[in-house]
C-alpha cells in the first residue's frame, strides 16, 4: 500500500496503467475515512479546454520515477464517473464511484462518506 506521506510528493504526476498508457495527471488524494489510508485519487483527463477529474483506486499502485502506476486499463478509468476541476464529489455519488471498479461501499455507521480528500 502506498503511503499517504509518499503519494503527496506525486501531485501532477503521471498516472499511467499497468500496460504503461498515460490516463491524465494525478490531482489529489482520498482516503478512506474509517481507516485515514490512501484509498483513491482523482486524475484529470481529457482535452486541455476540457479537463474532469476521475477517481481511480490505489489498491495494487505503485510509484515510479515520475509517475503512478495503478492497476486499471486507462478505459476503464477514463468511463468512470467524473466531477468538475472545481467540484467536489457529491455524496450521492460516492457509490457510483465504488460501483464502477466493483468495490464494495460501506459508509459510515451514521451514513458519515468513505472518502475524504487529503
Known amino acids: 500500500m502506498i503511503q499517504i506521506a509518499d503519494i ?3 501531485r501532477t504526476q503521471h498516472v499511467v496503467d499497468a500496460g504503461g498508457h498515460k490516463i491524465g495527471t494525478l490531482e489529489a488524494i ?3 475515512t474509517s481507516t485515514d489510508e ?3 485519487a482523482t486524475v484529470q483527463v481529457g482535452l486541455p479546454t476540457r479537463h474532469r477529474l476521475v477517481f481511480v483506486p490505489l489498491d495494487g499502485a ?3 520515477p515520475g509517475y503512478v502506476k495503478v492497476v486499471y ?3 476503464r478509468v477514463k468511463d468512470c464517473p467524473a466531477i468538475g476541476t472545481d467540484d467536489i464529489l ?3 455519488d460516492e457509490e457510483a464511484v465504488f460501483r464502477h471498479y466493483d468495490l464494495t461501499y460501506q459508509p459510515g455507521a451514521g451514513g458519515e462518506r468513505q472518502l ?3
Open 8 to 10: 503527496r510528493e506525486w
Open 30 to 32: 482520498y482516503v478512506d
Open 38 to 40: 490512501p484509498a483513491m
Open 62 to 64: 505503485t510509484v515510479g
Open 73 to 75: 486499463d486507462k478505459a
Open 90 to 92: 457529491p455524496a450521492e
Open 116 to 118: 475524504a480528500r487529503r
